[in-house]
């Protein structure tokens, strides 16, 4: 998993700790504070990850582990806008291969990596359950449905200054 | 207790309910293929991830096949366990691991002692089916002062993950990643060194292939041996003794004290010392402190910090260094014996021999893998130059014994080279879980009470619990002491301590199962207590056939504080033989 | 508070609740405004069914007509989304499928103001176990 | 403004106005003008009945006749004597084939709803965020009846009764495990809600979640009264936002009116649930990876027994059920056993929810008694292939289960069959393919997800998938050969036996069920190195036609590596060794000169 060194600041670890205590600082919550915590950060570096440890008095260790086991948790920060391509089966099989192809071929990214800019970045999820709607392609919040490879320049554009 | 019955290749056995087939069959005589499975008996781990699959069993009536080591038995199971099916399931599983592991077992460290290999040898893989579309899981290799991570080579038994945070609770290692490239690594895939690991080598105890292994210094050690401008010393630590044996194929439990010197003086070196005498050393510091603070605190003086703790083991030091930084005034700030030793050798001695410091080689053989870092510490360089130049572990000499092709059964017995390869039965028992207490409390007693020892042995202090504890009574005062060994009992006991729950006068803690008998770098075990059991008794066999069993009677230990240091705890002992402990824990640093 | 400390209380709040809002396909007396379900789930918000159902609610307001407008959850035809349910006073429930601003213009304007049925009606396929 | 009495429905489900249904409602609209109706009658057209076999059917409303197989010709028929003369065209209503009896008035016929709502009963029907709303439709009246007048005993035995196994895969009986639980001691135990939906293309329990929250609320304080536990925990899947919300929502509403808390219906039995969220792994679906993770750890399941209903969470013993498991038991308890075993088949009682999705018509969420053939769901439900193309398979079970093929078509839908048939029930994703769709890129993607999802704890499912994966790579890439086929069986059936978890398992079932039923198209991969679907990109050449081309250079432009070459006004080339066969060329192309091979 690939990284970024950060560095925290009294009013983030505060925060940290403050998730921690809303928690009651219990290590079975775990994954309930690494969510909360990515939510507020964007992400989950090494540091932040070193600050929930000592918390909820568990090892680093067991945190990096748990953080590298679940996709959901990312140790590098997301684009302004993550674009994330559903492939679950219904989408596969009405082309969100060719779809997740163009997206990589026009912002010349792969999976799980952020454009040098900052603004984008690409992410694979299985099946968000609109699959009435196969293929489909989320920027941020938004949800496109149908989505054609000829469309996907026009939805980058959507967001280029953004 | 509720028996059943089973029959396990149309053999009947009857075994205790709760059972898993594995030790059923065993029971019965059929022994099943393991790899990932562990069992610590006496340790009360038994390691059963169902991992590997390499011990699946065909059992009537079930729709896939059983793990062994972790399916439990019941009433009229019929087991088959080496059916073509199950053969041909092993056989595929072996390939699979196989396909994803390196095939440098030439030169790989754990060639010849490898389970995997062993495992590979009784399946007869022969050949790996598409190998060449095959994608192979790799990682950078992580060098430490004292252990390798080759993780190519890991198998995820996750034995080494148990080891470190169950049994030691250090919380070093964790399984990372998911599927194909899930490994066992320390946070953030950062270098062993940077991680909370205490070197304590317990997970290269028990890794099954080449993936966690000791830093090897005997290639060093023959290049240093073979420059004739260097003068060769060594010295080999009490727990060494009691083990050797077993890597010549000798019963767990035989003393090759002499042999071993014999061995030694045909490698080369040019004094065969022994870590024995600066074991007595360390008592007449380490009394001297705790006698000390003993004192003062019974005087009311409310700057002291008791219990003392013994510091001769490097991993428990880096274990609280780590995990423990608001206590680091309570241990004993004494250097460990194998930094005694290197501190005098490299001063008294060398003066003596008339050989410069960086002349002179000082080896030690150790049955620990965190010597070899604790011999890399700033503290105990002198202008760059190490007390102890570097270790090697009991397998890495038996290794190099082989190496040089001395029969070793055949070796005479050998007296230790002098002044430093003198020592009484106190500096022996330092190998054994309580055996540093009891030695300190030989003369720490005749030292404070100023009358002779009623009794030298203290059986109290002896034994495999793994938390213990009694009470000396010291002339009418009595000396409450702690043991313990392992270091998850040492943490219950300093979180004891943290939380003012004891009253401890002293306590002695050993980072490894059985003390060092029960070391990282020793001939492995397999968590076989009975092993250790046998070790111990050696140690305390030699003990009792000391004429001298106290270190504070030890001629030569007289000797040195009368022409060298003056008397314990002075300046220069001060300067030579104690240390400091620095705050290793992770700072959360913030602009 | 709203407690439910027994079945009584429970079962007079299934009656209040029941006299005001039509659950089922029969017909029942008049009385009661016309009522608008508009399908929330992810997949009918990801259609566009927010923006229809805000629309219909504005709409209503702007064109006086007396309506509940409520959220519901999937009504099952994922392939036609939005979907609403319109039922008038004295009608069977009627679903339309693909209701984008426009459609629902249609609806308002033919078949909530005037009981003219439009196109895009989606024959319910299933049985209900309360009928 | 017109005011019509009468109201002709025109079903335009694709299926439908594939036999002509436009033209139908053109002729009938025509035939109304001609005969002066305009301002009494009127034509609209409908989605899909789901009755798609007897298409294009109208439906008259107000007298609800339903007349089917009408043609355009019998149009002018249907106004002259239907609408003028107020006569039926008894050759057009639907005749009953089990009874010949000609059915004249829809109305309660329902021939052609084929489904039946219970987990889904009041999705659609009420705001998910009104506890009133679902007390209206009878909620909370199960959790009333069992807490005041049932024991907890006499409930599981309802249950029992009632047959409902478990619907999120392997089918144990719910009253079982229920018993199970409640004969474990423990001074505490727990209830789990798993509603950690990972196929890819189901989302049933998603559905339910956002629809009628309550059911499940109100379900689980049942199973916590039944088993003796005062916690329950839902561990839902963070992907599912909309879920989350609603569902703390009713957790709010729940306690405001005291469906959770102490002392529930003044019957001094306490119970209050909490949420643990998912993060992203699909084998936190099985039980006991699950429990792991809501213990804070990493999702790997370890070996049953001990079963979570003996040694669960946090080591106490724990009662874990599926959403639609539990969105079913208010009802059961509400109408009774007898009422629900009164459904589906001798084995597999009551409804199936599932997600049908893929080539198929009418996409969406479907609730089926036990039983129904899968023709039934693909091709009246589902309304048919879309774009009429040639049905091929359905996948069943999701990456779990099997590709069921033509021949299957009339397997009835229950637990038992399905594996029979060598596929699941799974947890209820339904994927319809089409002619285009190339089977061992269908094996090769569910393997590519197993590979993903694996938690790589144990040796087949870490590396075995991996290198069945790797194979079926290689034969869509051209380099297979027929010992692969052998190898993959043999891994697969390896994988099957040995690995620790359902999802390893499992995992090469997908691989297993095209072999057995699509085995021909791996052999055009391996030996005729094609791909008949045309997915498959190493097995296709794009190729320039030289009678066609005419020298535009637009596919040069177009191309993102450059390997097609050509002067101006010349015939053009593509370098297949530069190739990445991204079709940019084919799109671009006015003259249809590029041609896949």
């Keep these: 998993m690939s990284r970024i060194k950060v ?103 792969d999976v799980g990596e952020t454009t040098p800019d900052g603004r984008f970045s690409i992410s694979c999820l299985r099946c968000i359950g609109a699959c009435g709607l196969a293929p489909v392609v989320m920027v941020g919040e938004k949800t496109y449905g149908r989505v054609s490879p000829e469309m996907v320049r026009d939805i980058i554009r959507e967001y280029e200054d953004q | 207790m509720e028996m059943v019955t089973l029959t396990i290749d149309d053999k009947a056995v009857e075994v205790p309910k709760g059972t898993t087939i594995y030790k059923a069959a065993k029971k019965a005589g059929i022994e099943i293929p393991v790899l990932c499975y562990m069992d610590l008996g006496d340790l009360n ?40 099916r199950v053969l041909n399931a092993r056989q595929t599983i072996m390939e699979l691991l196989l396909s994803d592991h390196p095939k440098d077992c030439l030169i790989c460290p754990k060639s010849g002692n490898c389970d995997l290999q062993n495992m590979a040898i009784k399946m007869g893989v022969r050949e790996i089916h598409n190998q060449d579309i095959a994608e192979v899981s790799t990682y950078r290799t992580d060098f430490s002062p004292a252990i390798i991570r080759d993780m190519n080579k890991c198998i995820m038994c996750r034995r080494c993950e148990t080891m470190c945070n169950e049994f030691q609770t250090v919380g070093a290692l964790s399984a990372i990643n998911r599927g194909f490239m899930s490994v066992v690594a320390p946070a953030f895939e950062m270098d062993l060194e940077d991680s909370v690991c205490t070197y304590c080598g317990q997970c290269v105890a028990v890794c099954p292939t080449g993936a966690l292994t000791e830093v090897d210094h005997t290639h060093r050690l023959i290049r240093d041996l073979s420059n004739p401008s260097k003068t060769v010393i060594v010295q080999t630590a009490p727990a060494v003794r009691a083990a050797l044996g077993e890597a ?66 490097p991993s428990w030091v880096n274990f609280f260094e780590a995990q423990f930084p608001d206590m680091l005034d309570i241990p004993s700030t004494a250097r460990s014996p194998q930094q005694m030793f290197g501190a005098i050798a490299k001063t008294y001695f060398a003066d003596k021999i008339k ?39 009991t397998r890495e000499l038996a290794h190099l014994i082989k190496q040089a092709n001395i029969d070793f059964h055949t070796l005479p017995d050998e007296e230790f080279d002098l002044p430093l390869g003198e020592s009484t039965g106190a500096g022996v028992i330092f190998g054994a879980t309580g055996g540093v207490i009891e030695a300190a409390i030989r003369t720490a007693y005749e030292l404070y009470t100023n009358k002779k020892l009623p009794r030298i042995d203290f059986q109290e202090l002896r034994g495999m619990d793994g938390i213990r504890e009694a009470v000396i009574d010291f002339d009418g005062l009595p000396l409450n002491i702690g043991i313990a060994h392992g270091l998850g009992n040492a943490r219950k006991l300093l979180e004891d301590i943290r939380s003012g729950k004891n009253s401890y006068h002293a ?16 001939p492995l075990h397999h968590g076989n207590f009975s092993i250790l059991k046998k070790r111990m008794e050696a140690i305390y066999r030699e003990d009792a056939a000391k004429s001298i069993r106290k270190s504070h009677e030890n001629p030569y230990i007289i000797k040195l504080y009368e022409e060298f240091l003056g008397k314990p705890m002075s300046e220069k002992s001060h300067k030579l033989l104690h240390t400091h402990y620095v705050d290793k824990s992770k700072k959360i640093i913030y602009i | 508070m709203n407690k439910l400390r027994n079945l009584a209380e429970l079962s007079n709040l299934k009656e209040r609740v029941r006299s005001k809002t039509r659950f089922t396909d029969k017909i029942k007396d008049s009385g009661q405004p016309v009522q608008i379900r508009v399908a929330m789930a992810t997949c009918s918000i990801a259609s566009g069914s927010r923006e229809t159902m805000n629309y219909i609610v504005d709409e209503l307001d702007k064109r006086n007509v007396d309506a509940t407008v409520t959220q519901t959850g999937c009504m099952g035809y994922c392939y036609a989304e939005p979907t609403i349910e319109v039922t008038l006073p004295d009608q069977e429930p009627v679903l339309f499928g693909y209701v984008d601003v426009k459609k629902a213009d249609e609806i308002i304007e033919k078949y909530i103001k005037s009981g003219i049925l439009v196109d895009g009606i989606i024959p319910v396929n299933y049985k209900r176990i309360d009928e | 403004m017109a005011d019509f009495k009468i109201h002709l429905l025109v079903c335009g489900g694709t299926k439908c106005r594939s036999s002509l249904s436009t033209i139908l409602t053109e002729q009938l609209r025509t035939e109304i003008k001609n005969q002066g109706l305009d301002d009494y009658a009127q034509v609209v057209t409908t989605g899909c009945f789901g009755f798609c076999e007897k298409g294009p059917v109208i439906k008259i409303i107000p007298d609800h006749t339903i007349y089917t197989k009408v043609k355009p010709d019998d149009a002018e028929e249907i106004v002259t004597e239907h609408i003028v003369k107020v006569r039926k065209v008894n050759r057009l209503l639907y005749k009953d084939p089990k009874t010949d009896k000609i059915i004249t008035d829809a109305r309660g016929m329902e021939i052609y709803k084929k489904q039946i709502r219970i987990a889904l009963r009041n999705c659609g029907m009420i705001d998910p965020e009104s506890i009133e709303e679902y007390v209206a439709r ?25 047959g409902l196994r478990g619907r999120g895969g392997a089918g144990f009986l719910t009253g079982l495990k229920w018993e199970l639980t409640r004969q474990t ?54 992907e599912y936002p909309l879920a989350i919300e609603r569902l703390k929502k009713a957790i709010q509403q729940a306690r405001e009116y005291g469906m959770l808390g102490e002392d529930i219906f003044s019957t001094g039995f306490n119970f209050d649930i909490s949420i643990r969220y998912g993060a992203g792994a699909f084998v936190c679906g099985e039980e006991t990876a699950l429990i792991h993770s809501m213990e804070g750890g990493r999702g790997e399941p370890t070996m049953k027994p001990p079963f979570p209903s003996v040694k669960g969470y946090l080591g106490k013993p724990t009662n874990v059920n599926n959403v639609e498991t539990l969105a079913n038991v208010p009802v059961i308890i509400n109408k009774g056993h007898e009422w629900f075993s009164s459904i589906g088949t001798e084995r597999s009682k009551g409804t199936k929810v599932f997600a049908l999705a893929g080539k198929v018509n009418n996409v969406g969420l479907i609730e089926v008694p036990m039983g129904i053939t899968l023709r039934e769901v693909i091709f009246e439900i589902g309304g048919g292939i879309k774009n009429d193309k040639k049905f091929k398979g359905i996948q069943i079970g999701g990456p779990s289960g099997g590709c069921l093929t033509e021949k299957h078509l009339d397997v009835p839908i229950d637990y038992d069959s399905l594996v029979d048939a060598g596929a699941m029930m799974g947890s209820g994703g339904m994927i319809i393919m089409d002619e285009d769709d190339c089977m061992v890129d269908v094996a090769k993607y569910f393997l590519d997800f197993t590979v993903d999802e694996s938690c790589g704890k144990c040796t087949p499912c870490r590396i075995g998938n991996k290198r069945l994966h790797e194979l079926l790579v290689n034969i869509t890439k051209g380099n297979g050969t027929e010992e692969d086929i052998e190898r993959l069986i043999n891994l697969a059936s390896v994988i099957k036996d040995t690995s620790l978890c359902m999802l390893g398992q499992s995992a090469p079932n997908p691989v297993l069920s095209t072999l057995e039923n699509f085995r021909e198209e791996y052999h055009t991969h391996i030996h005729d190195k094609k791909c008949p679907a045309g997915v498959c990109k190493d097995l296709m050449k794009y190729e320039i036609v030289p009678e066609n081309c005419v020298g535009c250079t637009a596919c040069a432009r177009a191309c993102p590596v450059g390997a097609i070459t050509g002067e101006r006004k010349e015939i053009h080339i593509i370098d297949q060794s530069l190739c990445i066969k991204c079709g940019a060329c084919m799109d671009r192309c006015k003259f249809n000169a590029v041609i896949i091979n």
């Design chain 2, 507 to 522: 306590i002695e803690i050993m980072a490894c199962p059985g003390g060092c008998i029960g070391g990282g770098g020793q």
């Design chain 4, 185 to 238: 001691h423990g001074d505490e135990k727990y209830v789990v809600c798993n509603a950690d939906e990972g196929d890819p293309g189901a989302f049933m329990d998603r559905s339910i979640l956002e629809g009628d929250p309550h059911s499940v609320i109100e379900a689980m304080a049942i199973n916590g009264y039944c088993t003796g536990a005062s916690q329950g925990l839902v561990y839902i899947r963070a």
């Design chain 2, 248 to 313: 010549f194929g000798l019963p767990p439990g035989t003393l090759v004290t002499g042999k071993m010197a014999a061995a030694l003086r045909r490698l080369g070196f040019k004094y065969v010392f022994d870590t024995d005498f600066s074991a007595d050393l360390t008592i007449m510091e380490e009394g001297a402190e705790l006698l000390d603070r003993l004192t003062r605190h019974l005087k009311g003086d409310k700057t002291v910090r008791l219990p003392i703790l013994t510091s001769c083991c």
């Design chain 2, 355 to 393: 050989v410069k410091r960086d002349h002179l080689v000082v080896v030690s053989i150790m049955p620990c893998l965190a010597k070899k870092y604790e011999c890399t510490r700033d503290e105990f360089k002198v202008d760059g130059n190490p007390d102890v130049d570097y270790s090697i572990s």
């Design chain 1, 7 to 109: 560095e925290l600041k009294k009013k983030d670890v505060d925060t940290i700790k403050e998730i921690c205590r809303s928690f009651n600082n219990n290590p079975d919550e775990l994954i309930n504070v690494l969510h909360t915590t990515q939510h507020a950060f964007g992400y989950l570096p090494a540091e932040i990850q070193e600050v929930v440890a000592r918390e909820l008095r568990i090892a680093v260790a067991k945190v990096y582990g748990v953080v590298t086991f679940y996709s959901f948790f990312s140790m590098v920060p997301k684009g302004r806008n993550p674009i994330s391509v559903c492939t679950g089966t219904a989408c596969y099989v009405r082309g969100a291969e060719n779809v997740l192809s163009e997206f990589r071929k026009e912002l010349n990214i």
């Design chain 4, 138 to 162: 009878d909620g909370y009246a199960a959790l009333g009846k069992a807490l005041t007048s049932m024991t907890p005993e006499e409930t599981i035995q309802v249950i029992k009764l009632s």
């Design chain 2, 45 to 84: 781990i038994e390691h059963k991830p169902g991992g590997c699959r390499i011990c699946v069993v065909e059992v009537e009536g079930r729709r896939n096949l059983a793990p062994s080591c972790s399916t439990e038995v019941y009433e009229g199971m019929q087991v088959h366990t080496h059916t073509i």
